[in-house]
C-alpha cells in the first residue's frame, strides 16, 4: 500500500469530533477514500480527513520547484450543506507513516484549528463546481511548494471547510459535503493520485579547452537554466528525469519513465 487514504471521526457533538486526537476509524487499503464532514447518523457527526503522500526523494536536490499541482481522481461527491464553507483545501500531513494510516493520524492533517492551508483561498475547491470521474487539480502557493521534501516524502491533506473554520455541518442522516476519489489501490494507474512538480536545474555552458595539438583536453559548462516536470503517483506512476547530451552543443532532454514503487 502506499500510504493513501483517510482517517474519521464520530460523535454526537461536533467540538468532539472536530477537536479529537485520535480517530474512529482509519482506512489505507480501500480503492476510494474521502475528504468532508456529515452526519454519519441523525445524531452523530463524521469527518474525514484524506491523507495523501508522495514520494518525492527523486527530485534533484539542487531543483528551484516552481510549481506544484496536486491531482486526485473524483469519483463522486456530495454536497447537502451549500453554504459556502463547502470547499476543498490542501494542508501538510504530518503522519509518522507513508504506508500506513492509524485512527492516531486524525490530528495530523495540518493543525487541529485553523490549520495552515497549501494554496490561495481563491483556490479552494467549492464542491458544486467540482466535476466528477475526473481528475480534480489543486495548483499549490508557495507555502505548499514549501513542503515538496527533495530527499524523502511530501506529505498533503484534503480537509473540507466546515472542518476548517470549524462550523458545524447541518444536515441529516447520510448527508454530506464530500468528495471520494480514487486511491493508489484501485486497479491500474491511470487514477491514481498525481502530484506534478516543475522546476528548474542549473546546467552549464559548454566550453573546451585544447592542448597544443589541438586534441580536447576538458569540457566545462557555465551556469544555465533547463526546466523540467515530474509526476509523481503514489503507486507505480510516471516521473521524468533529465538528460543531458554532449554533441558540441549542450541539450536537455525530460524522458518519460514509469519506476517501480513497491
Sequence with gaps: SAGDGHVY???SNWDTV????TGTSASYTATTFQAGTGKATSTNYRIYRNFIPFDTSSLPDGATITDVKLKVYVSSKLNNDNDGDDWLTVVQGTQPSTTALTTADYDLAGSINTPTEGIDTGERKDITSVSTSAYLTINLNSTGRGWVNKTGSTKL?????????DSAFTGTSGQYNSIT???SEYTGTTSDPILEV???????DLNYTYDANGNLKTKTYNKE?????MALGTGTGPSYIVVVFDNNMPFYLCLLFYPYLP
Excluded at 472536530?18 to 486526537?21: G, K, V, Y
Excluded at 480537509?159 to 473554520?165: A, F, P, S, Y
Excluded at 537554466?225 to 516536470?229: F, G, K, L, R, T
Design 157 to 165: 491533506a484534503l480537509r473540507e471547510g466546515h472542518d476548517v473554520v
Design 181 to 183: 476519489s480514487r486511491s
Design 198 to 204: 516543475t522546476y528548474t536545474i542549473a546546467l552549464q
Design 225 to 229: 537554466y533547463s526546466i523540467c516536470n
Design 9 to 11: 471521526h464520530d460523535n
Design 18 to 21: 472536530h477537536d479529537a486526537t
